[in-house]
């Protein structure tokens, strides 16, 4: 099972990892938004930068530039969800410590998808 996992190193920098068999590697950070990195838990542009990056993660997505424009064609699918995973996950992280699935985060991509 494949999961991501979001916590506060010692001086509450905010780390994000990606678990999967039991390894976990660092979450690419995608800067579109946010140049100070990742954050969660209200709706700004590091909790953007952070649902842009587990999308692209989810969907398999590899991006080349960190424009937007530029990475339209590379990534169109995480591009057109990630806002609304932000309003629908990313925003109510607690501040320290959270987790979620794969799977979890392709149910409600599939779910924006479909509306």
């Known amino acids: 099972m494949k999961y991501y996992l979001g916590q506060r190193d010692e001086n509450g920098i905010p780390k994000v990892s990606v678990v999967e068999d ?3 590697r660092p979450l690419k950070h995608i800067n579109v938004h946010s140049p100070d990195g ?3 838990g209200y709706a700004g ?3 953007a930068d952070l649902a842009l990056a587990i999308c692209a993660d989810v969907l398999g997505e590899r991006w080349e530039t960190t424009s937007i424009t ?3 064609v ?3 699918r995480s591009v057109t969800v990630y806002e609304k995973v932000k309003e629908k996950i990313v925003v109510g992280f607690p501040h320290a410590l959270w987790s979620v699935t794969e799977e979890q ?3 409600i991509i599939l779910e924006i998808e479909a509306k």
């Open 22 to 24: 039991g390894v976990a």
């Open 105 to 107: 985060v392709k149910a």
């Open 70 to 72: 530029e990475s339209l």
């Open 45 to 47: 542009s590091g909790p």
């Open 38 to 40: 990742f954050e969660w």
């Open 74 to 76: 590379i990534a169109a």
